[in-house]
């Protein structure tokens, strides 16, 4: 059985562990930056400030038999303000032709560009790779528990949501837009540049071309990674595209990955939302049985939830009845009203 809810102190050890397992930006393997992420979220949470770019909701999936951490999710309210402008290559093109030549060519373009009142964006998903094959679908699980919450809390949050993908990096771990643009005119490597991105974007402004890129100029690795996204992340691109996210023709200006974004209330999972009251029974038809993803309750003001099984009858005032044995596992004693989604 798992839980989904957020993070709190007691998770820094575990998370710290989750760190380990892969180079991620959003989840370093630092301890005093996995704290100070911990402390941030749990003040979001809480007590949230009006000044939405300060809002950072860090999720944590964690295994209740085993009570450890395996994965973790993340919001960012604002992602994009007047001081740390949301970046981003407009992907383009350019119609070129001469009519003594009678010849004509298509280039495709890239054009820097800035946001400075950015939407929300999700992003941060981390799995430890022992349970990526799980029958429970628990990547989706850490990506639909942040719909969920955004659902029910609407007005904490932008109305376009926005996520970066990661593209494909070559055998040596680099990624080929990079190495054809931002390392000629940053002389850095790429994540020394992603990392210092985090506190400081003065330098992409400053550094990057102003000007009309024209891919034409690139090497044949660099355009072909453009708006694309790794093997490893097709997995998460086809989830996003089929819960109705677009691709933007924007990319990242470091590494090409492609920008996807949908409005809020379009995102299927809030669509689908919807208000139920779990009743605890014992009297489960199995033959019946379906999942949801429902909230639960929580008396620190922080947000639980879990993918939960049982008979759901619908009408008016939907109720979903549940084992007394899996309200036990998830610390259930009572019956409750809530909202809840399909997976």
Known sequence: ??????????????????????????????????????????????????????????????????????????????????????????????????????????????????????????????????FRKSEKRLGKQLSFVRFLYMGMNKNRFKENIHSELLPPFDSEGHAPLWEAIGRRFLNMEYHEADVLSRSNKEFILNLFPADTIYLTLLPIEARNAVGKVGEDTIPVKKMLESIGFIYTNEVDPFDGGPHYRAKLKDIKPVKEMFPVEILIRGSIIKSDKIFLMASLPTSDGGFRAAYISGNLNKGTKPSFLIDPEEASVLGLKEDFKTFATYL
């Open 1 to 130: 059985m798992y839980i989904l809810r957020s993070a709190n102190l007691n998770d820094l050890d575990d998370l710290y562990d989750l760190s380990q397992l892969t180079l991620f930006i959003n989840l370093p393997p630092d301890r005093d930056i996995i704290k100070t992420k911990i402390e941030s979220s749990i003040k979001a949470f809480t007590k949230p400030s009006k000044n939405l770019w300060e809002n950072y909701y860090l999720f944590v999936l964690e295994d209740v038999i085993a009570e450890k951490i395996v994965g973790a999710s993340m919001i960012h309210a604002q992602h994009g303000t007047e001081d740390e402008p949301h970046y981003f290559f407009s992907v383009s093109q350019e119609h070129k032709f001469s009519k003594s030549l009678n010849t004509g060519f298509i280039h495709g373009t890239l054009k820097l560009g800035l946001d400075t009142n950015g939407p929300t964006e999700i992003g941060g998903l981390i799995l430890d790779p022992e």
